[in-house]
């Protein structure tokens, strides 16, 4: 019997995943259930429940070391709690309590969906082999994480290279969180779409005004919606060159919705970062798609539970 298998829940506004994972990041168990549509509390609480349920009947479960949580945020690790902005009946939950409940002694390490998203890319993915990265997921919302020195660096409460809410433009349009001109206000989805709705781009037949719809139509050569997209890219450009010139990264991975534009946010994205990223030691960063997909929130909270077992393990001698 294996004995040194993570377990793994991945909680967003969409679906709860589960899976055991093997210390190759190899997922042997799946198990999903659909985030409650009208996303009660409670009944987010039961589909969480199901997906735990699912996985300690199964006879694997007895190789399971840590638990490992990646959920939308914002995220509390000191406290234990998640207040995710897409599930409203969830405000200062304490997750890791409830899930304690269901798996008894076991450890369980809570971490932001950004935090897990790089902890998978750095195991498995884009940012394997490098010591130092930024990874991001640019969606609806824009998150991310880091590795410093080779380890995930989820910093005190989970949320550590949340870069979503580096403010770049210091006069922008005001961010849901507060701020202004944060990179979130510029570089997600439902942003680089209304940017274009507001300058005059106007969707097809279909209707569609989601970025992916901005995106093609970039592509077919429509000038206001190439502007928003290379205005979304050079947000991203300023906010990986403001984290390179603090912790020296080597390599930035973006996933998410928005990078699925290819090489209609890349191509402008690397040209912005020649501008920003000036200085002798955070020039020639890599900048490349995520490869995780779908797996990154469970495989990325396996690492983090993993990691943190690593850690609690090892007793220096004096």
């Known amino acids: 019997m294996q004995t040194d298998l993570s377990a793994a829940l991945d909680i967003g506004g969409t679906k709860i995943a589960g899976a055991l994972v093997d210390e190759r990041g190899t997922l042997l168990v799946r198990t999903t259930r659909p985030t409650p549509a009208d996303q009660d509390g409670a009944a987010v609480l039961r589909a969480l429940a199901e997906v735990v349920t699912d996985l300690t009947a199964r006879p694997e ?41 269901l798996v008894g002694a076991l450890p369980v390490v809570l971490v932001g969906d950004g935090v897990a998203m790089t902890a998978a890319e750095h195991w498995q993915g884009a940012a394997r082999g490098y010591t130092n990265a930024l990874c991001m997921v640019v ?85 206001v919606a190439r502007h928003s997209f290379e205005r979304a890219a050079q947000a991203l450009a ?34 912005a970062l020649d501008d920003y990223a000036t200085l002798s030691f955070v020039r020639g960063i890599t900048v490349v798609p995520a490869q995780m997909g779908t797996d990154a929130g469970v495989v990325g909270a396996a690492a983090a539970a993993a990691q943190q077992s690593r850690l609690d393990a090892f007793v220096p001698t004096v």
Request: proline content about 8%; charged content about 15%; aromatic content about 4%.
């Open 139 to 223: 969606s609806t919302g824009v998150g991310g994480g880091l590795v410093l020195d080779g380890q995930l660096h989820p910093g005190p409460t989970g949320n550590a290279g949340h870069i979503g809410h580096i403010s770049v433009d210091l006069d922008g349009d005001p961010c849901p969180c507060g701020a202004r001109g944060c990179v979130e206000r510029i570089a997600s989805g439902p942003n680089i779409a209304r940017r274009a709705l507001e300058n005059g781009w106007r969707p097809g037949l279909g209707g569609d005004t989601s970025a992916a719809a901005v995106a093609a139509a970039a592509r077919a050569g429509d000038p």
């Open 238 to 271: 300023a906010g990986i060159a403001a984290t390179a010139a603090l912790v020296e990264i080597e390599i930035a991975v973006i996933g998410g919705g928005v990078a699925g534009a290819g090489d209609t946010l890349f191509v402008p994205l690397r040209r």
């Open 61 to 101: 479960w007895a190789g399971v070391a840590a638990v490992g949580i990646g959920s939308a945020g914002p995220v509390d690790a000191r406290r234990g709690t998640v207040s995710p902005v897409n599930i409203p009946g969830w405000r200062d939950f304490p997750v890791v309590a409830e899930v304690q409940a």
